[in-house]
């Protein structure tokens, strides 16, 4: 994968994400008609997939003793609601809710437009150390966050930012994956004569950039705005660390609620349904389009 | 993909159009002013700006803090003590303790997790009804948070109430207290681990197995290959770097491995279980800067999971340029 690869050894042959799909399963590799073994084999997959999400709708209807019976119980009941309101009483969770979109927001927003600029300038332009600075990008995808951390909450704490969200957004406001996702998505699908017509036009640098960058990155941009906004409502250590359960995003929240002392078992399940459900329905309604944005930051990456 | 209404087809017809329009030159010589220009660096200095100064800094600052004695008090200076705190991570028993569970609770959540990636890609490259509907299932795991997967895990690997024991149970096996042994606590996470990414991995192996020429297959269809065979070596070795690509990406997670053992126990503690059975190397480095307030050891552990990862993907890297040699 030209993740790995030294720079400029990286395929650029792949279709541009907006590309319409061939339909089918006829594009390329092997595509025979599943038999009724394959069906089951995936079959049971996605319900190993999804009956962990399920059961903490049932295990947020139940009291402990109730779950520990024998025959488990199998559906949710009324109770549900009775735990998410014990669980948002425990825990900030609708506070948790807003900073979470605030944050991931804020992020997607940044991230999406810096790295479409990025993109653009390591597609098209030409500038002395491109070379040098892109290989630095694709380098710093392999460096673990984790490892920046210590030093960035001295930052945070000497700027007295802990436990504000800036914190958390700033530095996750960029991304190196997102820059080269946008670059290689650039070099197929804006072509160069579009971008010598508006330099003739006399359209500024700019100008070039929202007219006619934009319009054509579009595409990719609402792919990695998905992909962004999830990675970033799921960040879990570096919250964990800047911000405390005063201010908290979804996943510290739940932390707290983990590491709390809740007696039953339903409330932390109830905890946990609450601060999931948005980032399921998005996904209900976006699924599609993030498996493909996944599957084609894949074969690009 | 139908990810946006309008195609980037369309987009180049209707871009030009928001310029205006502008008597024909000839583009020729403009060219060299185009293609050759400083604006680039205008437009990649927001990233390299927060990159800089979010992550370069701190990366690098790291180093420096891990040869200091500092606490989370003296958040600004600290004590110079040159390698000591190098010294005492490689004469802990918690830093080895803490490699070696991260070590295997990495081997048990990557292996299986990559070749069930590898057999589920495969069979979602079938011709298959309700093919979106399989995919977007299988992705779930990956979009609910750690957090959230740890706890519902928790729930089911509890040792009183938990939905594995009572099955256990209800087949006549003994109950298990998952969270207290160390096999059963670096398995039950290893699985958090794996339910989370398989799909995942899954989708990139299906990705990468969809742009394998279709007369590869073909030519080993008249050579009388079983599918099996096609299987092995047809898929397998087209999809090398894309394996290697996912081992590496994965093995990079393993070694940070922290929210998990983090949230198993449900009860916050930072030591990875009452003997540190699934104590692992972020979680160690969470617990000397932000429990044990030693924020010079944390870097120090922090710059040795560099060193790992380092070399990680470094024999990867050979491995894989090997592999390339061989094949030519």
């Known amino acids: 994968m030209a993740t790995l690869a030294l720079p400029g050894t990286e395929t650029t042959a792949v279709s541009p994400v907006g590309r319409p799909a061939r339909r089918g399963g006829g594009k390329g590799g092997k595509s025979g008609k599943a038999g009724p073994v394959t069906y089951t084999l995936l079959t049971l997959s996605a319900l190993v997939s999804i009956f962990p999400l399920y059961w903490t709708l049932v295990a947020g209807s139940h009291t402990n003793a109730e779950i520990a019976g024998t025959p488990p119980p199998f559906l949710p ?17 609708g506070k948790a809710i807003l900073n979470s979109i605030l944050v991931s927001g804020a992020i997607t927003v940044g991230t999406v437009l810096f790295c479409t600029l ?21 380098g710093t995808m392999m460096v673990p966050t984790q490892l920046s951390v210590i030093p960035l909450f001295m930052m945070i704490a000497d ?22 996702f946008m670059r290689q998505f650039l070099i197929s699908a804006l072509p160069n004569e579009l971008l010598e017509a508006g330099r003739v036009d006399g359209a500024s640098t700019f100008r070039i950039f929202w007219s006619i960058v934009v319009p054509v990155a ?84 | 993909m139908t990810i946006a209404s309008q195609s980037p087809r369309e987009a180049l017809i209707t871009a030009p159009a928001a310029l205006s329009p502008a008597p024909a030159r000839t583009p020729a010589r403009r060219r060299t ?28 600052y790291t180093a420096w803090v891990s040869l200091h004695r500092t606490s989370l008090s003296d958040i ?112 039950a996470i290893a699985v958090i681990v794996t339910w989370r990414w398989t799909g995942y991995n899954a989708l990139i192996y299906l990705a990468a197995m969809q742009s394998i020429p279709g007369e590869l297959y073909e030519a080993a269809e008249i050579d009388g290959a079983s599918r099996w065979k096609q299987f092995l070596h047809v898929t397998i070795p087209s999809l090398r770097p894309t394996i290697l690509f996912t081992v590496v990406v994965s093995t990079i997670g393993a070694v940070q491995l922290f929210g998990e053992p983090l949230l198993f126990a449900g009860n916050g503690t ?37 060193l790992i990862i380092l070399v990680i993907v470094g024999v990867n890297a050979l491995i894989g340029r090997l592999r390339a040699r061989a094949d030519r």
């Open chain 1, 159 to 180: 700027l007295q930012w802990v436990n504000q969200l800036q914190a958390v957004i700033l530095p996750t406001l960029v991304s190196a994956f997102g820059v080269f």
């Open chain 2, 270 to 306: 930072t030591s990875g279980g009452s003997s540190g059975q699934y104590q692992t190397l972020g979680l160690l480095m969470y617990q000397q800067g932000w429990s044990n307030f030693h924020i010079g050891q944390a870097a120090t552990t922090a710059w040795a999971m560099f």
């Open chain 1, 77 to 93: 009941n009324a109770s549900l609601f009775d735990n998410v309101k014990l669980a948002l009483e425990q825990a900030p969770i």
């Open chain 2, 33 to 60: 002013k185009l293609t050759r220009n400083r604006w680039g660096y205008a437009y990649v200095a927001p990233f390299f700006l927060v990159f800089g100064a979010f992550s370069l800094y701190p990366f690098l």
């Open chain 1, 118 to 138: 990025a993109g653009f300038a390591f597609a098209k332009l030409q500038f002395r150390g491109k070379g040098l600075l892109l290989s630095l990008v694709i």
């Open chain 2, 76 to 187: 600004d200076g600290g004590t110079w003590v040159g390698l000591e705190n190098y010294r005492n991570l490689l004469q802990s028993e918690f830093f080895w303790n803490a490699a070696r569970n991260t070590l295997t609770i990495g081997v048990l959540a990557t292996v299986p997790q990559l070749c069930m990636a590898l057999g589920l890609a495969h069979l979602l490259n079938y011709k298959l009804r309700g093919r979106t509907f399989f995919r977007t299932v299988m992705l779930m795991p990956y979009a609910t948070s750690i957090a959230a997967a740890t706890l519902v895990f928790a729930q089911l690997f509890g040792r009183d109430y938990g939905l594995i024991n009572t099955a256990l149970q209800s087949v006549g096996l003994e109950r298990i207290d998952w969270e207290a042994g160390t096999w059963s606590s670096q398995v």
């Open chain 1, 218 to 301: 579009r595409p990719a941009m609402a792919v990695l705005a998905m992909l962004t906004f999830l990675t970033a409502w799921n960040e879990f250590f570096w919250p964990l660390i800047a911000l405390t359960t005063a201010n908290p995003t979804v996943q510290v929240a739940l932390a707290g609620l983990g590491s709390g002392y809740v007696p039953q078992q339903a409330v932390i399940m109830a905890g946990t349904l609450l601060g999931t459900l948005p980032v399921l329905v998005v996904f209900t309604i976006l699924g599609k389009q993030i498996v493909g944005g996944i599957m084609q930051g894949a074969v690009k990456g």
